[in-house]
């Protein structure tokens, strides 16, 4: 519920390392708790932002349907998911039709996101401490998201990203400290990140799913 919810980008970021299991699996629960965390600092950056929380938010409602669903067993972790949907033909590869709302392509979107993620934090930490939010913002979307994005969409997004407050700024909204205590938190908090996403990635080539429709 809401009271459960991270309330610092520490919270948000120590839930993605609870995602990985010993055997490698990635559980969709503490996925989705990182991804409701990210969505909360999300709406705290202010309304211009709320076009990115809505889509995110729908996403991660879908994924949290099937996981308290009938079915649940089966979206206990990424990788019981893809086996699932895949070995019943619940998966559209060619284009959305009868299964438009798949787990599989849905947390595909999420996984796209997390490389921006990814590549965002790891520029934030490693910027100097004159750097601008924005660029750094958008040069992580270029080179991630944005290839996925319609024009419109990268139009709106590179618009929304010069709203976003100074590097220091950014780093005290984190809610850990002061921006060094916040690059020391991104530091030790990025390799999970990493982790979660280099698992997906691989899991999704394995079974051919990085093209979703
Ligand atoms: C800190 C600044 C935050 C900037 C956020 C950067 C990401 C910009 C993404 C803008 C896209 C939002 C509009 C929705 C697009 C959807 O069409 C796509 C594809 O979904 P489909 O249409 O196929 O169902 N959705 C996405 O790509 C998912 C985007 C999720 C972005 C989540 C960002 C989380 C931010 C956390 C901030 C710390």
Known sequence: GQDSEPGSAREVLVAFEGCVTEQR????GPYLRGWRGLIRFLNSLGAIFSFVSKDALAKIQ???RYCSGARRDEYRTLQSMVRYEVAHGLVDTQRRAEHPDSG???VLRLHRAL?????????????REDSKTSAICTDSYN???ARYHPWVIRKVA???FCALPSRNAFLETMNVGGPDEAVAMLAEALP???????????LYAQHELLDLP
Do not use: K, N
């Open 25 to 28: 699996d990635v559980l969709l």
């Open 115 to 127: 490389r921006w993620l990814q590549l965002f934090l790891e520029g934030l930490r490693t910027s």
């Open 158 to 160: 590179t618009a929304a």
């Open 104 to 106: 599989c392509r849905t």
């Open 62 to 64: 879908i994924m949290e």
């Open 192 to 202: 999970h990140i990493c982790s979660v996403y280099g698992i997906t990635e691989e």
């Open 143 to 145: 080179a991630s998201l």
